[in-house]
Each structure stands twice: as structure tokens, then as C-alpha cells.
């Protein structure tokens, strides 16, 4: 596609819940990121794949946390048991092998935990 | 750890006129990029301006310009004539040469252009 997509743009999950995000990267782009952003912050790392391969997940906050990409291009992450922590902007941003942070960021899916 | 502060969490200008983002960052590194992102109320990240470390010629992309201080460890951004457009949180960022791309941001700063 001609973006980054994300879905849902909004989501309000009870605490407890599992929820799922999507990322839907540039078609061709290797690189895939994952940031969490809490209101009034920067955005925060998570995580890091290269294709299929999870090169990175030093930023995800908990076990409660797991990303995935099985097959180089969609990813999903999954937030399991929900707390009101978790509420904020979850980014996930795209981009080409060897272009340094040649980011595209998508729009961002909001969580809300009530 | 790098590091990132930006410490005006506001800041407004008139249209036409010119204004100054500050961030100052910490890293032991020698290599790596600086950027400055806007974030409008879409909340995409959009690329204002990029600037590697190893190059001392300030960076500029037409009305966006910074002034990097690689001893001060200080880069800001200055945005000439603002526009309405102009509008939206502007993050500093940091990234290591081929570290694997991560980029560590500041906490923002909401820039308002007013008529």
C-alpha cells in the first residue's frame, strides 16, 4: 500500500482483556517497529523485526506483551490481560533494509483500558 | 543509555515569524543521527529534518533549519516564517549508527502558530 496501516484506530478494552493490534507495513519494506506512547510522551521502543525474525524485543514491558510477523509482513501485537497501564498510542512504523531510520510511521491504534 | 530533553512542553509564535525548539541529548557514542519529528493531531510521525553526526554542515529543509552542537550535545530546530500548518507536537529523536534503527524520542514540545 501507499502507507503504513493500522487498525483498529481506537480501542476500548476492559481491564483483563486480550487485545490485538495490526501493523500492515509498506509493501517491500523489511524493517518493522513497534513504539508505545503514553499521552503527553514520546513514543517509547518495543519492538524490532527484520522480515520474520524479532531481532529486538528489549522494549516490550512485560510477558504480557508479544509481537508477531510469520510471514515478513503483517505484524500483530498481542497484549494479553489488559491493565490501565497499558492505555495509550501503540505506532508501528516501516521502512527499507539499509536506509538509516528511513521511517514511515502509520497512524497509530489508541487503547484505551478501562 | 541515550537520553533525549526537550524542556518546552509549549511554545507559540505568530504566523510569519520565526521559532526555536530546544533538545539536548546524552550518549558516550560517536556515531549516530538526530532528528526532529512533527506529530499533528493524526498522530502519524511525519520527518521534519534528519542530521548525522559525523557532518558539521547544519542540516535544512526549506523553511526548517537546525543548529547542531555536537560538544554541547544540543540540536535544535528552527522553523522560519510559521504557518498554521505549523501547528502539532515536535519530538527530538535519537538514533545509533546501525543500531539496529531504534530511535529514542524526547518528551515534545506542542507548538501552536497563531494568527
Known amino acids: 500500500g501507499a502507507g503504513v496501516s493500522q487498525s483498529p484506530r481506537y480501542k476500548v478494552a476492559k481491564r483483563g482483556q486480550d487485545v490485538a493490534l495490526r501493523c500492515d507495513p509498506i509493501?517491500?519494506?523489511?524493517?518493522l517497529f513497534w513504539y508505545q506512547q503514553a499521552l503527553g510522551q514520546g513514543p517509547e521502543f518495543l519492538t524490532y523485526?527484520?522480515?520474520?525474525?524479532?531481532?529486538?524485543k528489549s522494549g516490550l514491558p512485560s510477558d504480557r506483551f508479544f509481537a508477531e510477523r510469520p510471514e515478513g509482513s503483517v505484524s500483530t501485537l498481542k497484549i494479553q490481560r489488559t491493565q490501565q497501564e497499558d492505555s495509550a498510542v501503540y505506532l508501528c512504523?516501516?521502512?527499507?533494509?539499509?536506509?538509516?531510520?528511513?521511517?514511515?510511521f502509520g497512524s497509530g491504534t489508541r487503547l484505551t483500558v478501562v | 543509555a541515550q537520553t533525549v530533553t526537550q524542556s518546552q512542553p509549549e511554545m507559540s509564535v505568530q504566523e510569519a515569524e520565526t521559532v526555536t525548539l530546544s533538545c539536548t541529548y546524552d550518549?558516550?557514542?560517536?556515531?549516530?543521527?538526530l532528528f526532529w519529528y512533527k506529530q499533528p493531531p493524526s498522530r502519524q510521525m511525519i520527518l521534519v529534518i534528519r542530521?548525522?553526526?559525523?557532518?558539521?554542515q547544519n542540516a535544512t529543509e526549506n523553511r526548517f533549519s537546525v543548529n547542531f552542537q555536537k560538544a554541547a550535545k544540543s540540536f535544535s530546530l528552527k522553523i522560519s516564517d510559521s504557518q498554521l500548518g505549523d501547528t502539532a507536537m515536535y519530538f527530538c529523536?535519537?538514533?545509533?549508527?546501525?543500531?539496529?534503527?531504534?530511535?529514542?524520542f524526547g518528551t515534545g514540545t506542542q507548538l501552536k502558530v497563531e494568527l
Open positions: 512504523a516501516s521502512s527499507l533494509i539499509g536506509t538509516d531510520y528511513g521511517y514511515t
Open positions: 542530521q548525522e553526526a559525523y557532518k558539521q
Open positions: 509493501s517491500g519494506h523489511v524493517s
Open positions: 550518549t558516550s557514542e560517536n556515531n549516530y543521527y
Open positions: 529523536a535519537f538514533g545509533l549508527t546501525g543500531g539496529g534503527n531504534k530511535l529514542t
Open positions: 523485526f527484520q522480515n520474520e525474525a524479532q531481532l529486538d
